[in-house]
């Protein structure tokens, strides 16, 4: 199934092109959130070959990230990046959802 709530950067796209060239052959990157967290929830990142049949797909630029429905009520709206900072690489998700989050960006709060 293919959504357009969710979208995925350029920087992303690329990244998965580099993992995908890395590893011989293509991955997705499955993103979902999680319980948890320092915030209340938190989002896990998971490199995958195959899409589960009720997953949403989001692609550009021929990369693709998957998410699952339940995780999809949160993430509306959202952008997944990748960025590349002095303090390290790293997918990361943009939500307009999130009232706070914790400093490493990884968990929010609704």
């Known amino acids: 199934m293919t959504?357009?709530?969710v979208t995925l950067s350029p920087n992303a796209a690329r990244r998965l092109h580099k993992i995908s060239?890395?590893?011989g052959h293509p991955v997705m990157l499955r993103v979902a959130?999680?319980?948890g967290g320092c915030s209340g929830f938190q989002y896990r990142f998971d490199?995958?070959?195959a899409a589960d049949a009720d997953d949403l797909r989001v692609e550009r630029d021929g990369a693709a990230a998957l998410v699952d429905?339940?995780?999809l009520a949160l993430l509306k709206g959202s952008e997944i990046d990748f960025v590349d900072e002095l303090a390290g690489a790293e997918f990361r998700v943009r939500n307009p959802n999130a009232k706070s989050s914790c400093g490493c960006g990884v968990s929010f709060s609704i």
Do not use: F, M, Q, Y
């Open 33 to 35: 959130v999680d319980g």
């Open 3 to 5: 959504d357009t709530s």
């Open 69 to 71: 429905v339940i995780s």
């Open 21 to 23: 060239e890395a590893e």
């Open 47 to 49: 490199l995958v070959n």
